[in-house]
């Protein structure tokens, strides 16, 4: 049974990071998404909140759990039995940072290998940072992340307008 | 069951493409190494030699078959029943292409996925056509390919010459 | 009154084509569709054809033209009495020679500058050498070109065979 | 009649900016620099220091205005009735990011087009983080920005040290 | 005789950069390491600390001295009498950054000309902030850097827990 | 005493090359410019030409001779002694191709070195292919390479023609 780890920070998950759930709940049997906690680098949703959101978003997917976790990648990985790192890729510059942890990861745990899925053409220009920005300034962002983030979301920054 | 084409010429088989599909075998059930052939455009090795190079350099992984095609990527993936293509990376100009190939395929045949595995670093530099050119010119070429493809090579460019 | 010239081979004009057909006309008061005309490198479509092919699809537009010419698109435009020579950007390695080419162009006319279009999302994958390698294997490109590019398409493509 | 937003920072204006300028107001017919005033995010120039600064250099421009904006970009042009908004490319790096954003702006104004211009060859090292920087160390940047820019940064750093 | 200067923040000092200073040893005459020292941009080694634990690791180079410096590169080149920068590249991303600092410095100095060296591929994925994160997340390290600074490393950073 | 080899098609020499070669004669302490002769693949100028063509250039560089070669590039760089390969980069493209071929020729021969330099500004847009084209078109290429050449250039295309 192939087992796949699909890292990243989700702060909050966009359509583009639950396209590539979808396409990777099709490849693996089974898929664990973990959410980075690492409290040295602020986010605008906490790690639970992060984890709520998407589970919420996928729940009509059986093969795939939700969990946040703290260290290395590969280390998560190992402990899950996983043979697979899933990433996500929109871009150039996104393959560029992709290939030189891919790299880092194989000497880490040359078991554990690297798949890249590339993001749906709807979805190339939807990343989280770029989604809180134009949500702050009022833009209309229903379009880039599921309901219940855009509520999360608003939310969230008006509390912290207040 | 996850079935996985990897599609390619191979003329001839590199490490590099070796070391992919030794990486597919790894991820998915089953791997059908997919021989381009196609009149159209010359190569060195025919179609049939080329299919006979892989399979000679692969006798241990007993989930991967070999087999030439002609046609569209798509339209053989899914008289296999693969639902994912498999392509090698090596550096950005490689990803551009994969990109764009991708996104057509992707329009053609929206069921099967297309999924990047990253070539190990010492193969970072390794394509076919390199390989072909640097044998003709009397370069050593032993760390590039395996025995019995370094030895073909060497047949051909020779029987070629006189 | 700014005049734009937009050229290329148009081998032939594809969806993307169209698309910076029509953003180009919405912000030049008058845009020069210019069929490149290169005896020396052969071209599926002769160079009337592909005019005519350009002109059933933008009927609607008034301040569009279509000419065929060869030279320098800097001499043809300056022949114009263009400012601007609009270009189609689909990705990077588009970008990269097409950053090339508009520094020799400024070179040679200092007058006449090198406007860049962004291609629509869905089209980023179309290019004519790869709508004509597609429709050549049979796949499904309906929704790549106008319907009179297709019909023309099959009818050349058809034609060669026999 | 065409008018084209051409947005930025402004951190103080460079040469590299205002030789877009001048292309962007030969190809509109009336061209708005924006200067984004974003409190969160840190300047060397206060807004309206660099609104001045900019208007100084173009006085000679009569179809060019300045002014300062907040918010979302496609807001702001829409209420200048814009149709277009100019980008000045630099290199690769610089392109990813603006087809990224311009990607988002069509999404939120489809009605409003993204333009981009090629800086002129001489300026393709100038941007506004490395005149701040190369200033600060001493350097010579009298080729970089006109001199009131010069002066201003020269008096802006001095004041800072004190 | 020509001087060259290897200007970095070596933080601390990896493998990679290591490669670096050999290669340029062997090309040229005398090559000075220079270690930038810029207090406002915080370090986790203090330069007296790098410029150490760089002088540890060459002691076998005869040709080749350390020293800390700020201000501009290329004023500390001049004042050296170098007529070379040597900079290491790794892949597409540094060289766009090297493109520019080249042209930069080469406005400012046009004596001194930039060399680009290319990292050797088992290091493709080695920079000192990578290293100095996977450290910190318990990661294995020791192939990336030499004894002593994978000593020094442990120690700053248990420190830093505590 | 360090020796380079400078080794291109040179079809013919550009002021982009003699720049190279002058930045490598200043850094060097002798320079071989190597033409590649390689009859399979069809050139503009003879061998014997592109070498005169050079030689007429540099008459003041000393330290530069002109050789054409066949075969391997580091096979000619060891029968002249030589420890650095000089390349010219001009934008990231040329980038990834010297990348590669910088790799395979560190495998074949790890005793000798690949040296990038950097093209002036001013020829960043200057390449043979190109100039041979604009000068067939009639364009001005008077500012792209030396006298002597731009002649040849003329005579070569004219004779063809007739």
């Known amino acids: 049974m192939t087992i796949a780890v699909y ?10 990071h ?6 990777a709940a099709k490849l693996f049997e089974r898929v664990v998404v973990a959410v980075y906690d690492a409290p040295e680098r602020p986010t605008l949703f906490t790690a639970g909140e992060r984890v709520a959101l998407i589970r919420e978003s996928i ?12 260290g290395l990648v590969v280390d998560f990985a190992r402990r ?18 992709e290939f030189e942890m891919a790299l880092m990861n194989r000497k880490l745990a040359p078991d554990i290998d690297v ?11 939807v990343r989280a940072s770029l989604l809180r920005e134009v949500a702050r300034l009022g833009g209309d962002v229903t379009s ?3 309901p219940n983030v855009i509520t999360a979301l608003r939310a969230k920054q008006g509390q912290r307008k207040s």
């Open 80 to 97: 899950q039995n996983a043979t697979a790192i899933v990433r996500g890729i929109r871009k150039n510059a996104d393959f560029e940072y």
């Open 144 to 146: 880039l992340a599921p």
């Open 59 to 70: 729940q009509d997917l059986s093969n795939v759990s939700i969990t946040s976790f703290h």
């Open 7 to 16: 890292p990243g920070r989700f702060d909050p998950v966009t359509n583009g």
């Open 115 to 125: 798949v890249c899925l590339m993001t749906d053409l709807q979805y190339q220009y």
């Open 18 to 23: 639950l396209d590539i759930i979808r396409r």
